[in-house]
């Protein structure tokens, strides 16, 4: 293993984070020196240089990449951290002000950035988009662009829909399958916008956290690209939310809240309404990645940890 002071420096903005957390926990095997950049909250990593800084600052985002070797960039300014889908929440601030600071704080060799998309972002143009997709857009353009000016070797991921427990804080994130994971144990209905043909492709935050070290190991094969992260097997809503039910039924011992469909709220927009599939054999082949948590194993996690 090389001296310490040898090892690259990876800094994590926004380690904190739901995926932030998992990705900090895969970069811990590694023999890499980590810095872990977030707004208010530490994680338990021992061995980790922490900065908590205010991301919108330019000279906070110029300190936490200093003598940096990689970049992985997860940081996202969020409306409302309590609930999925709240009034709103849809206008998270992001990224494209981060990444342009980034990228004229850049001095020496360009580091390596990997920057957390969406899958959203694969969507045919033409087809509606929020400003969440929108912000997220802008953002790869610009990535992409300074990795053709060759200040950073860019590399933007595009992770379906994230869900499971994260290691080193437990959290199940603020997405769908947590909130609804959270009814049914209350002992409310589960509830749908759609009919729940609707098609998600859920991915652990496991093998997603995985999907971005492996991007950070492969530049020279992903640098300048956009990059799907899926498992390719996308599944109907309505299933998932019923096997939840089930499963909160078995450790409660009631019967199975019912799965009800109700009407959108006015502030729902196109893509709560389309099938997501987010394949991905490209990012596989050039990588050797592959999901690893199977669905129900990972509904199970969720439910250990939000378990009363």
Same mark, same amino acid.
């Given at each position: !293993?090389?001296?310490?002071?040898?090892?690259?420096?990876?800094?994590?903005?926004?380690?904190?984070?739901? =995926?932030?957390?998992?990705?900090?926990?895969?970069?811990?095997?590694?023999?890499?020196?980590?810095?872990?950049?977030?707004?208010?909250?530490?994680?338990?990593?021992?061995?980790?240089?922490?900065?908590?800084?205010? %991301?919108? /600052?330019?000279? /906070?985002? +110029?300190?936490?990449?200093?003598?940096?070797?990689?970049?992985?960039? =997860?940081?996202?300014?969020?409306?409302?951290?309590?609930?999925?889908? @709240?009034?709103?929440?849809?206008?998270? *601030? %992001?990224?494209?002000?981060?990444?342009?600071?980034?990228?004229?704080?850049?001095?020496?060799?360009?580091?390596?950035?990997?920057?957390?998309?969406?899958? *959203?972002?694969?969507?045919?143009?033409?087809?509606?988009?929020?400003?969440?997709?929108? *912000?997220?857009?802008?953002?790869?353009?610009? =990535?992409?662009?300074?990795?053709?000016?060759?200040?950073?070797?860019?590399?933007?991921?595009?992770?379906?829909?994230?869900?499971?427990?994260?290691?080193?804080?437990?959290?199940?994130? +603020?997405?769908?399958? #947590?909130?609804?994971?959270?009814?049914?144990? #209350?002992?409310?209905?589960?509830?749908?916008?759609?009919?729940?043909?609707?098609?998600?492709?859920?991915?652990?935050?496991?093998?997603?956290?995985?999907?971005?070290?492996?991007? !950070?190991?492969?530049?020279?094969?992903?640098?300048?690209? *956009?990059?799907?992260?899926?498992?390719?097997?996308? /599944?109907? %809503?309505?299933?998932?939310?019923?096997? %939840?039910?089930? =499963?909160?039924? /078995?450790?409660?011992?009631?019967?199975?809240?019912?799965?009800?469909?109700?009407?959108?709220?006015?502030?729902?927009?196109?893509?709560?309404?389309?099938?997501?599939?987010?394949?991905?054999?490209?990012? @596989? #082949?050039?990588?050797?990645?592959?999901?690893?948590?199977?669905?129900?194993?990972?509904?199970?996690?969720?439910?250990? #940890?939000?378990?009363?």
């Amino acid at each position: !293993m090389p001296p310490t002071e040898k090892r690259p420096l990876v800094a994590v903005l926004g380690a904190s984070g739901f =995926l932030g957390a998992a990705v900090t926990a895969e970069l811990t095997r590694l023999p890499v020196r980590l810095r872990l950049v977030s707004r208010e909250r530490r994680l338990p990593v021992p061995t980790a240089e922490v900065r908590l800084a205010d %991301l919108t /600052a330019p000279q /906070a985002v +110029r300190e936490a990449l200093d003598g940096a070797d990689a970049v992985i960039h =997860l940081a996202a300014h969020l409306s409302d951290e309590r609930s999925w889908r @709240a009034p709103g929440s849809e206008s998270e *601030q %992001l990224s494209t002000g981060l990444l342009d600071t980034l990228v004229r704080s850049v001095r020496g060799r360009p580091p390596i950035v990997v920057f957390a998309s969406t899958v *959203q972002a694969s969507a045919p143009p033409g087809l509606p988009r929020n400003d969440y997709v929108r *912000q997220k857009i802008a953002a790869e353009e610009l =990535l992409a662009e300074a990795t053709r000016d060759g200040a950073v070797r860019g590399i933007a991921l595009r992770p379906a829909t994230i869900y499971g427990r994260t290691p080193l804080t437990g959290s199940t994130g +603020r997405g769908v399958v #947590a909130a609804m994971a959270r009814k049914a144990f #209350a002992d409310e209905p589960i509830t749908m916008w759609h009919d729940g043909t609707v098609e998600r492709d859920l991915v652990h935050v496991t093998d997603t956290a995985r999907a971005f070290v492996a991007a !950070m190991q492969a530049p020279e094969a992903l640098s300048g690209g *956009q990059w799907l992260v899926g498992t390719g097997r996308p /599944a109907r %809503l309505g299933e998932v939310f019923r096997t %939840l039910a089930d =499963l909160v039924a /078995a450790r409660t011992g009631r019967p199975p809240v019912p799965v009800v469909t109700v009407p959108p709220p006015d502030w729902a927009d196109a893509t709560d309404f389309g099938d997501v599939n987010a394949d991905p054999s490209p990012f @596989a #082949a050039a990588t050797g990645w592959r999901p690893l948590v199977r669905l129900t194993d990972g509904l199970s996690g969720v439910l250990d #940890a939000l378990a009363p």
